[in-house]
């Protein structure tokens, strides 16, 4: 029988089904960009645990173990998968963000639901975990629909992003993975899909996760500082950059990779 399991990635405690069989709520230590406070009861799974994103933090120097973890923010639950999931099937998500797996015929890219524990449950319940298996049976990745944009992806995000982080992930791109070379011009078009949300077949998620730190590792070995403290854009919080590389690199990876994807509506609980 398939298995699935998707980790939904957490920095403070939201009305949550925790007794869902296939949909765990993650954390990482206790600190993130808004500052965590411990989780409320339930099954939650701290990522810092195990095999972790720790691997990483001597790139980190000069800043705490929680400023580190709160730099990470999803990349942590991502590495946390990579290295301790087996199920057949893989996937991730963000704060009060579901995929709604029974709804293959909607347009809708995205909608609300009440921040209830009702919705949790509704979103993360065994029919929505068969709805997920029965579109995997026939694609490689599910993942939101895709959103047009007035102008390229690398504009839209260096209207708020710094520019050095982007520059370093596509030179990496190029130079650590040379299968995507004839793929780049994906980053001067108008269309993407956002917010990483997603469940993948197990090999083809250990490729994206393993890509992605490659690329995020080439960032931290060149960048002036892997932790900027400063803002110097609109974004208020300039350490968690590589959470937005990562959001592109996500619809990147599918495309270049001509990946079998299904698309659904994306459900923000708010």
Not at 46 to 70: A, P
Not at 80 to 103: Q, V
Not at 132 to 140: F, G, I, P, Y
């Amino acid at each position: 029988m398939n298995d699935i399991f998707i980790v939904s990635h957490s920095h403070k405690d939201f009305p949550f089904n925790h007794e869902s069989s296939w949909m765990k709520a993650t954390y990482a230590g206790k600190h993130e960009a808004y500052g965590w406070h411990e989780p409320g009861p339930g099954n939650w799974i701290n990522t810092t645990y195990c095999k972790s994103i720790h691997e990483y933090f001597h790139y980190y120097s000069g800043c705490t173990e929680d400023e580190f973890l709160r730099a990470m923010g999803q990349q942590a639950s991502e590495y946390y998968l990579w290295k301790n999931a087996s199920a057949d099937f893989i996937g991730c998500t963000t704060y009060r963000r579901y995929l709604k797996f029974d709804e293959t015929n909607s347009t809708v890219v995205k909608a609300s639901m009440s921040p209830t524990k009702e919705s949790a449950d509704y979103l993360s319940s065994e029919e929505q975990k068969n709805a997920a298996l029965k579109l995997l049976e026939n694609h490689d990745a599910i993942t939101n629909h895709i959103t047009t944009l007035p102008c390229s992806v690398i504009d839209q995000y260096l209207q708020s992003q710094p520019k050095e982080y982007l520059e370093l992930f596509l030179n990496g791109i190029v130079e650590l993975l040379p299968d995507y070379r004839n793929q780049m011009d994906w980053w001067n078009r108008n269309e993407a899909s956002f917010e990483t949300s997603y469940v993948m077949r197990k090999q083809l998620f250990k490729k994206y996760v393993s890509e992605l730190f490659e690329l995020l590792e080439y960032v931290w070995q060149n960048a002036k500082h892997a932790y900027p403290r400063v803002p110097t854009t609109s974004e208020p919080l300039p350490w968690r950059y590589p959470g937005f590389l990562g959001e592109r690199f996500l619809p990147f990876f599918l495309h270049a990779n001509q990946v079998r994807v299904a698309r659904v509506p994306l459900i923000i609980l708010e």
